[in-house]
């Protein structure tokens, strides 16, 4: 009954270091997406993927790369982290069919020094 | 470009009293699906309520209902008799369909607390 898990829970990084985001649903769920939260910001989509090995680009793409090579996973790559994307990292994914809800991951804390 | 608007950014109550949280969006698509997400302390995020455009029927869930009118653009969220458990920051989101199928779009939230 794991749902959509992510991996680290919590991260520490130096600017300039890289480092990838796991996600992982065990619903056999086509779409899956990437969003960070940041105080009074609400949900920002990052990147999104509407099936295994396609990507597409959210609402604040840049300085993150997204690979879906199996259906189940979509890794959220940050290959130089700056300070700026010191944020909550969450995981969803949700059916095809228009309009389904998305379950989320419990979130990766990121902080970048 | 869709936009969600939750003007409310913090809101707090006492105990047994009724909120509403406004939710304002904008799309130039005539399908597309308007949610409710909750996010308690916890910091996780739980689905609370689908709607899509064509059905403006309220619905009402035990204390909680939902008021969607499409002529003002509006999806909000009545919590009726409110208690300290509901409080948490809760999310209005709209989805596309069609070729952006996937792209959801998050208001940033309005904080609820409840006060014994």
């Known amino acids: 009954n794991a749902g959509v898990t992510q991996t680290p829970k919590f991260r520490v990084l130096k600017t300039g270091q890289s480092m990838t985001l796991l996600c992982a649903q065990d619903?056999?769920?086509?779409?899956m997406y990437w969003y960070r939260q940041d105080p009074g910001m609400g949900l920002r989509l990052i990147h999104y993927?509407?099936?295994?090995?396609?990507?597409a680009k959210g609402e604040v793409p840049d300085g993150y790369n997204v690979s879906r090579l199996k259906k189940q996973n979509f890794l959220l790559g940050l290959e130089s982290a700056a300070p700026s994307q010191t944020s909550v990292y969450f995981c969803?994914?949700?059916?095809?069919?228009?309009?389904?809800?998305?379950?989320f991951g419990d979130g990766t804390r990121l902080s970048i020094l | 470009a869709q936009k969600v608007t939750q003007a409310q950014t913090e809101i707090s109550v006492v105990e047994k009293e009724d909120v509403t949280l406004d939710c304002v969006y904008e799309?130039?698509?005539?399908?597309?699906?308007l949610f409710w997400y909750k996010q308690p302390p916890s910091g996780e995020l739980v689905f609370l309520i689908r709607?899509?455009?064509?059905?403006?029927q309220n619905e009402i869930s035990g204390r909680y209902s939902w008021n969607f009118q499409k002529s003002t653009s509006s999806f909000n969220f009545t919590i009726t008799a409110s208690q300290v458990v509901d409080s948490a920051v809760y999310f209005c989101?709209?989805?596309?369909?069609?070729?952006?199928?996937?792209?959801?779009?998050f208001g940033d939230g309005t904080t609820l607390t409840v006060k014994p």
């Open positions: 969803a994914s949700s059916r095809a069919q228009g309009g389904q809800p998305q379950h």
């Open positions: 989101a709209l989805s596309e369909v069609g070729t952006n199928a996937g792209k959801s779009t």
């Open positions: 993927s509407v099936g295994e090995g396609t990507t």
């Open positions: 799309t130039r698509d005539t399908t597309y699906y």
């Open positions: 619903m056999n769920h086509e779409y």
């Open positions: 709607r899509n455009s064509f059905d403006e």
